[in-house]
C-alpha cells in the first residue's frame, strides 16, 4: 500500500466517523438523558416512560437533549478515533496473521481490533462524557441552584478550576475497561451479522448495515452496561470505582448494575444502525472519488 493511499484511508475512516457519531447521537439522545438519569437516581427514576416525561415537564425539550453538544463531541471524538484505530489495526492485524484483506480476518481477529480500537477512543471520551454526565445531572444534584454552568464549555473551565486539570479524566479506568470490553462485541456483532445477511462483500443494501450495526450495538451495552453504570456513578459523584461498586451494590444489589439498560438497549439498536449507515455509506461515497480505478 502506497503512503497516499494509507492517509486517504486514514482519513476516510475519521471522517466516516464523524459522519456516524453526529447520527447516532440526534438520533436517540433523549434515550441517553434517561439512561444516566436512571443510573445516578434510581430512587427517584425507575421507568423509562416516566423519566422521558418528568425531564420534559420540568426541563423542556432542552432537558431531554441536555449534554448533546458535549455528546456530539463525544461521539465524534470517540467514532472518528474508533474508526480511525478499527483501520490501521486491521492493517496490522493482517500483516501478524498473513491475510490480504480484512475480511480474510478471522472474527476473533477482528473481534480483538475492535477492542484495541476501543482503548484508543477511552482517552478521547473520558473528559467529554464527563461533561455530558455533570449537565444531565445537575438539575438533580442542585448544581444549577449553586451557580454551576449549564453550558458544554463553561462547566469543562468550572471542572479544571475547581477539581484540577486531571479531574476531566476522572472516570478513566471504567471508561478504558467498558470502552475495550464493549468495542469487541460492537466490532465483532457487527461483523458477525454481516456475515449471516450479506451474500456477498461487495454487496450494497442499507437496511443489511442498518441491522448489522444495530445487532453490534446490542450486543456492545449489553455485555458493557454494568461497567457503564460504575463509571457514570464515578463521573458524577466523589467515589472511586471500587467504591461505586459497593454502592450500587449495596443499595441495589446485582439488580442496581443494569438500571437504566432499557433505554439504553432501546437506543443502542437504532442509533449503532444508523452510526454504522451513516460510516459505510460516506467510505463508500468517498473510495468513489478518490479510488475511482477500485
Not at 475519521?14 to 459522519?19: E, N, R, S
Not at 492493517?91 to 478471522?106: A, D, F, R, V
Request: charged share 15%.
Amino acid at each position: 500500500m502506497s503512503d497516499t493511499r494509507w492517509i486517504l484511508e486514514s482519513f476516510r475512516d475519521t471522517l466516516a466517523g464523524v459522519m456516524g457519531g453526529i447520527t447516532a447521537v440526534y438520533t436517540t439522545q433523549p434515550l441517553d438523558t434517561t439512561k444516566v438519569k436512571m443510573q445516578t437516581y434510581p430512587e427517584k427514576y425507575s421507568k423509562v416512560w416516566a423519566t422521558l416525561r418528568a425531564t420534559a415537564q420540568s426541563e423542556g425539550i432542552r432537558g431531554l437533549y441536555a449534554g448533546s453538544i458535549p455528546a456530539v463531541l463525544a461521539n465524534v471524538g470517540e467514532s472518528a478515533t474508533a474508526f480511525l484505530a478499527y483501520g490501521r489495526i486491521s492493517i496490522g492485524m493482517q500483516y501478524l496473521t498473513g491475510k490480504s484483506s480484512h475480511g480474510e480476518l478471522s472474527l476473533m481477529s477482528q473481534s480483538i481490533c475492535g477492542a484495541l480500537s476501543g482503548c484508543c477512543a477511552s482517552f478521547v471520551l473520558t473528559p467529554t462524557e464527563l461533561v455530558k454526565c455533570r449537565l444531565q445531572t445537575q438539575h438533580l444534584t442542585g448544581s444549577v441552584k449553586s451557580g454551576v454552568p449549564t453550558t458544554p464549555f463553561a462547566m469543562m473551565i468550572h471542572i479544571v478550576k475547581n477539581e484540577g486539570p486531571l479531574a476531566l479524566m476522572k472516570g478513566w479506568t471504567p471508561t478504558l475497561i467498558r470502552e475495550a470490553w464493549g468495542y469487541f462485541y460492537f466490532f465483532g456483532g457487527y461483523e458477525a451479522a454481516k456475515l449471516v445477511l450479506f451474500n456477498d462483500p461487495d454487496e450494497v443494501s442499507m437496511w443489511k448495515t442498518a441491522v448489522s450495526g444495530g445487532v453490534g450495538g446490542s450486543m456492545c451495552w449489553g455485555f458493557a452496561y454494568p461497567i457503564d453504570v460504575v463509571k457514570s456513578r464515578v463521573q458524577v459523584s466523589n467515589v472511586s470505582p471500587l467504591g461505586a461498586i459497593r454502592d450500587v451494590y449495596s443499595s441495589a444489589g446485582v439488580r442496581g448494575f443494569f438500571r437504566g439498560i432499557t433505554p439504553c438497549l432501546m437506543r443502542a439498536f437504532p442509533g449503532c444502525g444508523a452510526l454504522f449507515v451513516a460510516v459505510d455509506y460516506t467510505k463508500l461515497i468517498f473510495d468513489r472519488v478518490a479510488f475511482p480505478e477500485y
